[in-house]
């Protein structure tokens, strides 16, 4: 990506974290997944920093 497309990217991706709490669910799972994409190795310190930053995203686990 160029600077200008790189410098965009983060503007947006920290929006979506200033508004990720009042994210409907399903949302917010194909933002996290696509993130993590290839990045499994980020996956937690992403999901740590989202719940630090938002506690009510703290989901009970989907019904099987």
């Known amino acids: 990506m160029s600077d200008a497309a790189d410098h965009l990217a983060s503007l947006?991706?920290?929006a979506a974290m200033d508004?990720?709490?009042d994210?409907?669910?399903d949302i917010q799972?194909?933002?996290?997944e696509t993130a993590m994409k290839g990045r499994a190795a980020e996956r937690e310190e992403l999901a740590?920093?989202?719940?630090d930053r938002h506690p009510r995203?703290?989901?009970p686990a989907r019904p099987g």
């Open 19 to 21: 508004v990720w709490g």
């Open 29 to 32: 799972e194909a933002l996290f």
């Open 48 to 51: 740590r920093l989202l719940h």
């Open 57 to 59: 995203t703290l989901h």
């Open 23 to 25: 994210m409907p669910r």
């Open 12 to 14: 947006l991706g920290r």
